[in-house]
C-alpha cells in the first residue's frame, strides 16, 4: 500500500532558525511530489511541485528537494508568519493524491 | 478570479440526519476531488470527478456518502444518515486535468455530527 509519512509532527523554530521538513513515501510509482502550506480553518495551498529525484525548487525562504524515497522542505531564516502546517502529497499515477499528516511548524518571534 | 468555493463553510447537524455540501471549482478545470481531513491528520481522497463522471469513487467510506456533478462544473457531496464519525473537515480541490497538475483547494466545510 502506497504510503505517505512526515517528520517531525510538530516543530517549533526560534524567528531567524533554519531547519528542513521530511517527507518519506513508499509508492509503487512517482509521477510527483507536492508541498502544500495549510493555514488553521483553511484549504491547503499550493506551494511546489517536484518531479524527478535531484530536482530542487525555491521560493522565499523555502527550498524543496526530492531523492528517490523522500523530499525535504528547507525553510531559512523562518518568520513567525511561516508558522502553518506543511503538507506533502504523492502522484502514484493514480487518480488521486495521497497525503501525509503534515508537520506543524512554529515561529516563534 | 475566484478559486475554489465551498459552502456551508460549517454545517452541524443531528445523527441520522441528511447533509449536502457544495462544491464550486474554479472555471475550467475538468477535474473535481473531494476529500476528508479530520484533526491533525492529512487530506483523505474520497472521489474524483473528471466532467460529469465519477472516475474514481474508491475513497468513499460507506454507501451513505455519495456525490454528483451533473453537469461538469459544481459538485455536491451528500452524506445519508449522518453518524458522529462523519465530523470532519470535507475539502474540495479542482484541477486543470488529471495527471501532473496541481490541485487547488478550496476553505472546506466544517461537519459537526451531534
Known amino acids: 500500500e502506497d504510503q505517505v509519512t512526515q517528520s517531525p509532527e510538530a516543530l517549533r523554530l526560534q524567528e531567524g532558525e533554519s531547519s528542513s521538513l521530511n517527507c518519506s513515501y513508499t509508492?509503487?510509482?512517482?509521477?510527483?511530489l507536492f508541498w502544500y502550506r495549510q493555514d488553521p480553518g483553511k484549504g491547503p495551498e499550493f506551494l511546489f511541485t517536484?518531479?524527478?529525484a535531484g530536482e530542487e525548487k525555491e521560493k522565499e525562504r523555502l527550498k524543496a528537494t526530492l531523492t528517490k524515497k523522500e523530499s525535504f522542505l528547507h525553510i531559512t531564516a523562518p518568520k513567525p508568519e511561516d508558522s502553518a502546517t506543511y503538507l506533502c502529497?504523492?502522484?502514484?499515477?493514480?487518480?488521486?493524491?495521497?497525503f501525509g499528516p503534515g508537520t506543524r511548524l512554529s515561529v516563534l518571534p | 478570479g475566484a478559486g475554489v468555493s465551498q459552502t456551508p463553510s460549517n454545517k452541524v447537524t443531528e445523527k441520522g440526519k441528511y447533509v449536502e455540501l457544495r462544491c464550486d471549482p474554479i472555471?475550467?478545470?475538468?477535474?473535481l476531488y473531494w476529500y476528508r481531513q479530520s484533526l491533525g491528520q492529512g487530506p483523505e481522497f474520497l472521489i474524483y470527478?473528471?466532467?460529469?463522471?465519477?472516475?474514481?469513487d474508491s475513497g468513499l467510506p460507506n454507501d451513505r456518502f455519495f456525490a454528483v456533478r451533473p453537469e461538469g462544473s459544481v459538485s455536491t457531496l451528500k452524506i445519508q444518515r449522518t453518524e458522529r464519525g462523519d465530523s470532519a473537515v470535507y475539502l474540495c480541490?479542482?484541477?486543470?486535468?488529471?495527471?501532473?497538475?496541481?490541485?487547488?483547494f478550496g476553505p472546506g466545510t466544517r461537519l459537526t455530527v451531534l
Open positions: 480541490a479542482s484541477s486543470l486535468t488529471t495527471g501532473n497538475n496541481e490541485q487547488f
Open positions: 509508492v509503487s510509482g512517482l509521477r510527483g
Open positions: 517536484l518531479y524527478s
Open positions: 502529497a504523492v502522484d502514484n499515477y493514480g487518480q488521486n493524491f495521497v
Open positions: 472555471s475550467g478545470h475538468t477535474a
Open positions: 470527478f473528471q466532467g460529469t463522471g465519477a472516475a474514481d
